[in-house]
């Protein structure tokens, strides 16, 4: 093959059909999105490339030489092989990226995951699903490890490993027995938690953290009155009124398992928690990863 002939490219095959097909450069550049004086080049180059005359230019028309009617066939004939790969990766591709693998904190995988999972389930049968619930640091190494394509929690973590980008946006709550004479003020300020008993999740470091740094009493430690590893006990504890507790509002909202608590935004000052989505740096989510995604950012602003 000639140094002219390794220089031809798609584009200037596909701008030769086009204007082979319409007959006309105004229309041939409209149907590529392209400029006309673009695919005037690109037909000028493949010409040059071939050696060849492939349209009597008139003032309306193109009028195609016997060389372009003789070479549009192998010109469609190679964009059709083409086109016929390109479907045929993207079917291998969808086919070998058809799992679903996640890891999230416990308590979004026991309120809202399950009900967006079942639903994507229904619409996407053929996906196969594998869930993690872990606590932060296995949520990322299942990331790392590629067990798992992304991650969710609610709080950052070291940009060297991973990327990460966000979810939803919700604001730290007291989570309460709907009896509770918390549950029927309107407004809840960070003050209003000094008369109640604190249930605390001894697990969660950061969130620990938060709440030492906003919680009103200065003339004390933050001392909770239960310290408890898991936030389904917690919130067992919780809803028969031995006592409150600090969360994201994200965490309990649409937890079907807790109808008789009720999240109320903290004010004074109000605190905005992320959900924050990990992945591995430098991979794009696959399309069952992106889908689940929105359904699942869907079913959380409903909620908030």
């Excluded at 490890?145 to 969710?152: C, K, L, N, P, R």
């Excluded at 008993?197 to 200065?218: C, M, T, Y």
């Excluded at 919130?235 to 398992?257: D, E, R, T, W």
């Excluded at 430098?282 to 990863?289: C, D, M, N, V």
Aim: hydrophobic share 45%; proline share 4%.
């Amino acid at each position: 093959m000639s140094n002219a002939l390794q220089s031809v490219t798609i584009r200037q095959l596909r701008a030769f059909a086009e204007t082979y097909r319409l007959r006309n450069l105004t229309h041939a550049a409209e149907s590529l999105h392209l400029t006309q004086s673009a695919v005037s080049a690109l037909i000028r180059q493949f010409e040059e490339s071939l050696g060849v005359q492939l349209f009597e230019r008139t003032t309306r028309l193109l009028r195609p030489t016997k060389a372009a009617d003789e070479v549009i066939v192998d010109v469609r004939d190679v964009l059709n092989r083409i086109t016929a790969m390109h479907t045929h990766m993207q079917e291998a591709a969808e086919k070998g990226n058809a799992v679903l693998a996640f890891s999230c904190v416990p308590a979004l995988a026991a309120s809202v995951v399950p009900t967006v999972l079942a639903e994507f389930k229904r619409r996407h049968p053929k996906v196969r699903t594998l869930v993690f619930d872990d606590g932060d640091g296995m949520l990322i190494d299942r990331v790392l490890s590629e067990e798992a394509e992304f991650s969710i929690s609610s709080f950052a973590h070291d940009p060297e490993a991973v990327a990460q980008f966000p979810l939803h946006e919700d604001f730290v709550s007291v989570v309460c027995a709907r009896s509770s004479a918390l549950a029927a003020k309107d407004t809840v300020t960070w003050v209003d938690l000094l008369e109640q008993p604190i249930i605390n999740l001894s697990k969660g470091v950061a969130l620990q953290q938060l709440i030492s740094e906003f919680f009103p009493d200065v003339n004390r430690a933050f001392k909770p009155a239960y310290n408890i590893g898991f936030i389904d006990t917690a919130l067992a504890m919780a809803s028969q009124g031995l006592g409150v507790v600090i969360l994201p509002g994200y965490f309990v909202k649409g937890n079907p398992h807790y109808t008789s608590l009720i999240a109320k935004k903290l004010h004074d000052p109000v605190v905005a928690q992320k959900l924050i989505i990990h992945t591995r740096k430098g991979r794009a989510l696959s399309r069952q990863a992106e889908t689940f995604l929105a359904m699942l950012r869907e079913q959380l602003q409903l909620l908030s």
